[in-house]
Nanobody, 119 residues
Framework: QVQLVESGGGLVQPGGSLRLSCAASGNIFSISSMGWSRQAPGKQRELVAITGDENTNYADSVKGRFTISRDVAKNSAYLQMNSLKPEDTAVYYC??????????????WGQGSQVTVSS
């Protein structure tokens, strides 16, 4: 009922930058929050950044380097990633807390975008 489409992943050298985009569409009444999580090979998925109506939070490992932003009118979110490190290599997933038209609330997930930081 709700689709999240991501774009912007790729290969970048250490110290470089990438910008991820995520657009939500479908049977949406409202979105309370949007965020990004990531999963590296052999590791658990971890929350990277999330922004809601009242606050924004970041994982300690990305504070000062990553910035999440949101365009409420477009049901979209963005993750600007600067000063990338090899340990940032992972599949990045967009997610959104959605209230559906007609009721019901759930978290929708994107398909994932590969980010590889390597020289």
């Amino acid at each position: 009922q709700v689709q999240l489409v991501e774009s912007g992943g790729g290969l970048v050298q250490p110290g470089g930058s990438l910008r991820l985009s995520c657009a939500a569409s479908g049977n949406i009444f409202s979105i309370s929050s949007m965020g990004w999580s990531r999963q590296a090979p052999g590791k658990q998925r971890e929350l990277v950044a999330i922004t809601g109506d009242e606050n924004t939070n970041y994982a300690d490992s990305v504070k000062g380097r990553f910035t999440i932003s949101r365009d409420v009118a477009k049901n979209s979110a963005y993750l600007q990633m600067n000063s990338l490190k090899p340990e940032d290599t992972a599949v990045y997933y967009c997610h959104a807390g959605v209230t559906l038209l007609g009721g019901g609330r759930y978290t929708s997930w994107g398909q994932g975008s590969q980010v590889t930081v390597s020289s």
